[in-house]
């Protein structure tokens, strides 16, 4: 909240801590907004207009805020408490806009009832739903409704490696870049780097395979860069 005031001219906090936490406004509606305004402020760029799925987790104290969890929190590269949204952002070169977001909510919320209830969460929105499945409901809402185009649909490994967003976009036969990770039953690795789908197609275009060190510190990324793995073939 002091960051929002301090970026807002003319603003008060107590108005906003009023008009975000306590006044009936809705949030969905915002963000359709928003998502409508973003490919006309992207269209004069040029070149493919993309659409990319990813996580954002943030460190928040407490328990009452909706979603908070001791949960990996990408940010800090490490499991802290805090809660964690899966989002949607449409870009085209370097320029990026947000078009769309879902809270994910852990399982120490969903199998609480009254948890949920308290912190006013809808019956409908109780249900537990895994990060991908969050990105396939975005991505229906905002391809299916035709609010956005885009040319491809682009995530990391924690989306690619998920059946129900990939069949998702194979239906609706849209063009995807997904990172798939496959484990193996021997403890190995197989990073396929790049999958490319185009109308339901699949089209492998690089394979390598590696093994995890079995002691040690595993991948990291820092100053020196990541650690290397020890290559088996």
């Not at 899966?86 to 320029?95: D, E, I, N, P, Q």
């Not at 035709?146 to 069949?167: E, F």
Request: charged share 25%.
């Amino acid at each position: 909240m002091e960051r929002i005031n301090e970026r807002l001219p003319d603003s008060q906090y107590d108005a906003l801590h009023h008009f975000i936490s306590v006044s009936t406004w809705d949030g969905a509606a915002v963000i359709d907004e928003v998502a409508r305004r973003v490919p006309a402020s992207l269209a004069p760029l040029g070149g493919e207009q993309d659409l990319l799925l990813d996580e954002c987790g943030w460190e928040k104290a407490g328990h009452k805020s909706v979603g908070v969890a001791r949960q990996y929190i990408g940010q800090v590269g490490k499991v802290r408490n805090g809660p964690v949204g899966v989002f949607a952002v449409l870009c085209r070169g370097s320029h990026a806009g947000l078009v769309g977001g879902r809270l994910y909510l852990p399982t120490a919320w969903s199998a609480a009832a009254a948890r949920c209830t308290q912190a006013r969460i809808q019956a409908a929105a109780q249900a537990y739903r895994s990060k991908p499945e969050l990105a396939a409901a975005l991505v229906k809402d905002l391809l299916g409704g035709g609010r956005i185009a885009t040319d491809w649909v682009g995530g990391d490994a924690a989306y690619g490696n998920s059946p129900t967003l990939r069949q998702a976009l194979k239906s609706s036969g849209q063009a995807e870049v997904l990172d798939v990770a496959f484990i193996l039953s021997d403890g190995e690795v197989s990073w396929s780097g790049l999958l490319l789908s185009r109308f339901a197609r699949l089209t492998k275009a690089a394979d390598t395979r590696v093994r995890l060190p079995r002691r040690g510190p595993r991948q990291r990324t820092g100053a020196e860069g990541p650690a290397p793995f020890r290559e088996v073939e």
